[in-house]
């Protein structure tokens, strides 16, 4: 079984990120949590250089990564970089576990108060506990936890059962963090016919199918609903085989409207990108920022922002085919940029228009802090499936989730 865990994709995990201030005992932590030689421990300050990231199983939780980063006190060139680092691998924190150690704990607080403005819940950890006993660290805790109303839990590696007290707050937590999201939402239910357009463009790797498609067809089973899965081509005799039209039907967004327009009048349409785009996104302000396409001109600047830090092949949907509509419907001088992973721009604020993949190699939390910081910076931000929609004429015609 935790083989499996361990294979699960890093997008649908549960990210825990552990920070705090070097030698705060974090990576001493994340040893004790997951009950393996994960991280360096050394007194050396910044032994953690680059995070360290651990795949495991939690009961209660499921499949999860740790993230050990660098202190977050780090100084110099060096230093500060491992900081931004330790900054990116929080914008993809689900839940934040903070090592206090030092008495100084304005930083810790700083972050603690910056996660809870983003709704992600904390866990406080009395780092090397030990050096103050056990009486002293449960009432530095105690304190602690008034201050930042977040639980705070004394840890040393040598007293049994601290790790299983922090593993029970991070269940806790995570059962705080809200109703579970699904890809397809309340668009079908149990019985339900659907259809999977699925193109094998040379992007998709050889015999096999793209995370997307796979994520969906496993809901849609879970769910009972009976699945079709067609290519293009082959659809036209799927409807014709068919005794009772689809429910809905969802494609790749690049041949939204060829199969638009194949299907009978009020068949529901939506695309695997548009899916994950209320799966794992804002849909509300993604289809409201669609709208601005209309308002571009020649002058305005558009982002690409990719997840995948692939090869670019012939057509690439986010480098070809989407800046190739834009140019076709706002003009041939757009500026349109590209940035993928998460090499995603500080400054924002310079774009008219973001429009995002779908996100599958990323998790919720990392687009949300994306649609978070284009909010801030007042820049529409919608995403590949539906502003391909939206350049092709057939938004309105789509159904989102």
């Not at 993949?357 to 284009?374: D, H, L, T, W």
């Amino acid at each position: 079984m935790s083989e499996l865990y361990n294979k699960a994709s890093s997008a649908n995990r549960t990210h825990i990120g552990l920070f705090g201030r070097m030698n705060a005992g974090k990576s001493t932590l994340l040893n004790a949590l997951t009950d393996q030689t994960v991280s360096i421990v050394s007194s050396r300050a910044g032994t953690t250089t680059d995070v360290v990231r651990k795949p495991m199983e939690i009961h209660g939780i499921g499949a999860c990564t740790f993230l050990d980063t660098a202190g977050i006190d780090d100084s110099g060139e060096i230093g500060e970089l491992r900081v931004k680092a330790a900054g990116k691998a929080a914008a993809q924190t689900d839940i934040a576990v903070m090592v206090f150690y030092d008495r100084d704990d304005s930083l810790e607080r700083q972050w603690t108060e910056e996660f809870r403005k983003r709704k992600v819940p904390v866990v406080g950890v009395l780092g090397h506990a030990d050096e103050l006993g056990r009486e002293a660290a449960w009432e530095r805790a105690a304190k602690l936890e008034k201050i930042l109303g977040i639980p705070v839990i004394p840890f040393a590696d040598k007293w049994e059962g601290c790790a299983e007290e922090i593993r029970k707050a991070l269940v806790e937590a995570a059962a705080g963090r809200g109703e579970r999201r699904t890809i397809t939402g309340n668009l079908v239910k149990a019985g339900d016919s659907v259809i999977l357009v699925m193109p094998q463009d040379p992007q998709a790797p050889e015999g096999r199918l793209i995370q997307p498609e796979v994520q969906t067809i496993r809901e849609l089973l879970d769910k009972h609903c009976i699945v079709h899965c067609t290519a293009a081509e082959e659809l036209p005799a799927l409807l014709a085989s068919l005794k009772e039209e689809p429910e809905l039907v969802i494609t790749d967004s690049q041949i939204f409207r060829e199969v638009h327009d194949l299907l009978p009048a009020g068949v529901k349409l939506t695309s695997f990108s548009i899916l994950f785009a209320g799966f794992k996104g804002d849909m509300r302000y993604f289809a409201d920022s669609a709208k601005k396409i209309e308002e571009l001109t020649e002058d305005s600047r558009v982002l690409i922002a990719e997840c995948c830090t692939h090869a670019p092949m012939e057509e690439d949907i986010g480098r070809v085919k989407i800046p190739r509509l834009l140019r076709k419907a706002v003009g041939e001088k757009v500026t349109v940029d590209v940035k993928a992973g998460t090499d995603f721009p500080e400054d924002a604020g310079k774009y008219d228009l973001i429009i995002q993949c779908g996100s599958c190699m990323f998790n919720r939390r990392y687009v949300i802090s994306r649609v978070e910081q284009a909010k801030r910076q007042g820049v529409p931000m919608t995403n590949y499936g539906i502003a391909i929609a939206q350049l092709t004429g057939i938004l309105d015609e789509v159904t989102l989730p």
